[in-house]
């Protein structure tokens, strides 16, 4: 029986809650609102990192529950973003978590990246990945499974 009523709404949120339950997985949590936390933080950061046309693409190819939270709030002018260090993009993703939760957030921003990224790595074409690591500076590359710089 269908959740929604609607094939497409019902597959967006299977193909969603698969995603999640990785991210959960690879953060070694049960939480499902960490694991999408997790999730938004890291494509918001890596979206404001990429050109145009490649926040597009990459786009093209989530699912279209993740697809709507990844451009939800996205505003395209001064990016991409010209942060060049590891810490930077870090921060963004600990304070996208400090803003939803009270208080400090009980989250290791890197780890984060990592789980996100590795979760990224398995769903997204090879050929989007590399196009993605090469407009990304070398610290932050080193975020992504080394399958996937390789």
Do not use: C, N
């Not at 609102?33 to 990429?50: P, T």
């Amino acid at each position: 029986m269908s959740a929604t009523g609607l094939e497409v709404f019902d597959t967006t949120l299977h193909k969603t809650h698969a995603w999640l339950k990785e991210i959960m997985q690879e953060l070694g949590s049960d939480d499902r609102h960490k694991a999408y936390l997790a999730l938004r933080s890291v494509l918001h950061a890596l979206r404001d990192r990429l050109t145009v046309e490649e926040v597009a693409q990459l786009g093209a190819q989530l699912p279209m529950l993740i697809r709507g939270f990844y451009y939800e709030g996205w505003d395209p002018t001064g990016k991409p973003v010209k942060d060049r260090h590891k810490e930077e993009f870090l921060r963004h993703i600990y304070q996208a978590f400090k803003t939803t939760r009270r208080g400090e957030p009980d989250v290791d921003p890197e780890a984060v990246a990592r789980a996100v990224f590795k979760v990224l790595a398995k769903k997204v074409s090879e050929g989007e990945i590399d196009d993605i690591l090469h407009i990304l500076p070398k610290e932050i590359r080193e975020l992504w499974p080394k399958e996937a710089r390789a």
